[in-house]
């Protein structure tokens, strides 16, 4: 009896290993279309996040960025929050959220990015899981309150969400081709109904977990694969060195990492916001090329991204195939030109025709950044 106990277990565990192998392998990417000009190999987002934010910590990264001409994603806080843990404080405006910021930049953001104490937070926490078990687990190892979802909460406001914001974070991990793991981004969740278009990062929360993310052999990954890093870290949480005489030097694998991703003219650095609409009108383009349509309607939001998006046109098939001079990537204007298709913009929203993630792809995500948290964790 013993053994036949044993060998089940056995049984168990070995298809266990299988079906969590399956899930976390990531497959190849194959859309022909790129969300970065012809004369770039890959593209890099940068989002500093606004915990831990003190200006005299924060000045050598910048000061360094500035140099380099990169350009990235800032985040604040809408509001102090007056319970707050002091290490986590960060740079906020006080202000009335979204209407404030439109009047004072003259747009509102693209991206909102929920934390570990947001209770404004919408299918957060536990909620975000698939499956009851991993539910029940996430809720005994993490404390927090999330009731942005919670009809008659204070906090509720997913039904005006998608008025406010396109795309928010979801799950991290430490890869550094963030798109290759999330190739539906940004993708709209089934199981979560009224919120906007969800994205995954990767993980360079601190100066080391950054400067280990942008490691040479990392960089050159990225650039092989074509691929896509939508990065979130803390500029203020251990970049600089903090020495007895008070100086605060950028730490140095910091800098050689910034130093030699910003001088390379292989790699665009884009905002956030922007490489996601870019990806969201690369989705609208795939999707007319597979119903074979020769007429393509863009929201007239997403028109500014078409310069930035590249082809590849021996990746297609038929009459969409064409390469204008023969060269392997062009730019989207050309193709669409050579192929003779028609671009529309009109008044439609970025969330028509939303991609949906597939539940593989969703799994792989989770897994994923279950253990990025075992590693390092990231919230």
Known sequence: MRR?????????????????AFLMHVPARRSA????????????????????????????????VDSLGLRLTKTVWAFDAPDADPASVGL??????YAVLEE??????????????????????????????LRFLHGVTHRGS????????????????????CYVRAYTTNDINTLALNPSMPYEDPSTPMAPLWFASSNGRIGEQFARL?????????????????????????????????????????????????NDAAIAFVPAGEILDRLRVIQIFEDAVDRGERTVGLPRDL??????????????????????????????????????????????????????????????MVLRWLATQVATPTG
């Open 104 to 133: 004072m930049t003259g747009e509102r953001p693209k991206i909102e990015i929920f934390h570990s104490y947001n209770q404004e937070a919408f299918y957060w926490g536990s909620d975000r899981l698939p499956g009851p078990v």
């Open 4 to 20: 036949r106990i044993v060998v089940v277990a056995l049984i168990v565990v070995v298809a266990l290993v299988l079906w969590t």
């Open 146 to 165: 999330f009731e942005g979802a919670t009809e008659g909460s204070p906090y509720y406001w997913v039904d005006i969400a998608r008025s406010l914001v």
């Open 303 to 364: 028109t500014y991204a078409l310069d930035a998006i590249s082809v590849d046109p021996a990746a297609l098939h038929g009459p969409y195939s064409l390469a204008p001079g023969g060269a392997e990537r062009v730019s989207l204007h050309e193709w669409w030109g050579a192929v003779g298709l028609e671009v529309h913009a009109g008044d439609v929203s970025v969330f028509d025709g939303a991609r949906r993630i597939a539940w593989r792809e969703r799994w792989r």
């Open 33 to 64: 279309f790129y969300p970065f000009p012809a004369d770039r190999q890959c593209a890099i987002s940068v989002t500093d996040d606004t915990d831990h934010f003190q200006f005299a910590t924060v000045d050598p990264v910048y000061a360094l």
């Open 92 to 97: 906020s405006l006080e202000l009335e959220a």
């Open 214 to 262: 942008f490691s040479e052999a990392n960089v050159e990954s990225l650039k092989e694969e074509r691929g896509v890093s939508i990065v979130y870290t803390h500029f203020g949480a251990a970049f600089v060195e903090e020495r007895p005489d008070g100086a605060r030097p950028l730490r140095k694998d910091v800098r050689e990492a910034l130093v030699r991703c910003g």
